[in-house]
C-alpha cells in the first residue's frame, strides 16, 4: 500500500501563486507514476498533471496549463504541484494520485487508472 498526503492548499487572491505538496509513505518501489488531480463541485475529476515517477527528472512530465508545473524529488517521495497566475475557476479539490505503472503516460485522465489518492486539499481562489 501506498499513502498520500497533501499540503499547501488555501484561500488565495486572483493572480496569486500556490505549491501544493504531496508525501509519500508505505510501499513507494510500486509507484511508478503520480500526478494530481483535481474535482469542481457537482463534477468529475480532471487530471490536472502526472510524471513519470522512475524516469529523468524531466521525462515524462505532463500539465494540462502552462500556469501549472508538476516536479518531484525522490529522494524525500515528495511530489509538488506549482501554481501560478491562478484564477477563480482553479477553485477545486485538488488530490495527489499514485499508480502502479506509468505506460508512457496513457490513460493518466481516467480516474480509475490510479492505484492510490490522498484525501484531497481544498484550493480556494477569489476574484
Known amino acids: 500500500q501506498v499513502q498520500l498526503v497533501e499540503s499547501g492548499g488555501g484561500l488565495v487572491q486572483a493572480g496569486d501563486s500556490l505549491r501544493l505538496s504531496c508525501a509519500a509513505s508505505g510501499r513507494t518501489v510500486n509507484m511508478y507514476g503520480m500526478g494530481w488531480f483535481r474535482r469542481f463541485p457537482g463534477k468529475e475529476r480532471e487530471i490536472v498533471a502526472a510524471?513519470?515517477?522512475?524516469?529523468?527528472?524531466?521525462s515524462g512530465t505532463i500539465s494540462v496549463t502552462d500556469r501549472f508545473t508538476v516536479s518531484k524529488d525522490k529522494a524525500k517521495n515528495m511530489l509538488y504541484l506549482q501554481m501560478n497566475s491562478l484564477k477563480p475557476e482553479d477553485t477545486a479539490v485538488y488530490y495527489c494520485?499514485?499508480?502502479?505503472?506509468?505506460?508512457?503516460?496513457?490513460?493518466?485522465?481516467?480516474?480509475?487508472?490510479?492505484?492510490?489518492w490522498g484525501q484531497g486539499t481544498q484550493v480556494t481562489v477569489s476574484s
Open positions: 494520485v499514485a499508480r502502479r505503472t506509468w505506460s508512457n503516460g496513457a490513460d493518466i485522465n481516467v480516474p480509475s487508472r490510479w492505484d492510490y
Open positions: 510524471v513519470n515517477w522512475n524516469g529523468p527528472s524531466t
